[in-house]
């Protein structure tokens, strides 16, 4: 799990390994997709070549698991492109790394990843999500670029200013994107999403039983252990 999952001023870091990250953060700049103004720019702090990002290091990637990193971001100045990867540059230890075009909603160029998804959200967000199986070189880093052309791992040329706006940021060890767990200084386990509704019209019958049609698609439905629908009531006893 990335900590400060909406607060890239702490935990996360403009150190790079080999690029020149120019960037900067300023701090709830913008409306988030809750409706707070909690939503960071992430932003070119000089006229240079370089990188404009973020990143959180000390992640631990297993060989052979699958993860999924997931970010909502919106286009600002001149920055068309988000990168998520988990290099600054295109050396060898690049176990993922895919743009997204927060113009058009389109993913764009990728490294090695199983899958990438744009989900469009209202006042121009996207939630942004690439998945990958870690392998050995896997250097627990994750970085997040504005990128100004649809390429990955290299520099650009940035005016002052130009970047976009990030928000809830997420690691999850699966093979698909799930809803968003805000975090701050700790992890935080993921509860089970349990919906109900309450029969107030006394429709349903416990004693010659019922049927309930779901129309719902599972969020994962390619590996062995699938999610499971179940309805029952509230002691588990029908």
Request: glycine letters at 8%.
């Amino acid at each position: 799990t990335l900590l400060q999952s909406a607060d890239f001023s702490t935990t996360w870091s403009q150190a790079t390994a080999v690029q020149t990250n120019i960037g900067t953060v300023v701090t709830n700049n913008t409306v988030s997709p809750d409706g707070s103004q909690v939503a960071d720019e992430i932003k070119a702090a000089s006229a240079a070549t370089g990188i404009v990002a973020v990143k959180q290091a000390g992640l631990t990637f297993t060989t052979d698991n699958w993860y999924t990193v997931s970010v909502y971001a919106k286009k600002g100045s001149n920055v068309d492109y988000l990168e998520i990867s988990n290099k600054d540059d295109a050396a060898s230890g690049m176990t993922f790394a895919q743009t997204f075009n927060l113009n058009t909603g389109a993913t764009g160029s990728g490294g090695t990843v199983y899958s990438a998804k744009m989900k469009e959200h209202a006042g121009g967000w996207y939630r942004c999500s690439v998945t990958f199986q870690a392998d050995a070189s896997s250097n627990g880093s994750v970085y997040f670029k504005a990128r100004n052309d649809n390429a990955v791992s290299t520099t650009g040329t940035f005016a002052l200013g130009d970047g976009f706006y990030l928000w809830g940021a997420q690691v999850e060890n699966v093979k698909y994107m799930t809803s968003y767990i805000p975090t701050t200084t700790a992890t935080v386990a993921r509860a089970a999403d349990v919906m109900s509704v309450l029969d107030t019209d006394n429709k349903w019958n416990w004693d010659i039983g019922m049927s309930i049609l779901m129309d719902a698609r599972p969020l994962n439905s390619d590996e062995v252990v699938t999610p499971l629908y179940h309805y029952a009531d509230t002691t588990n006893d029908n």
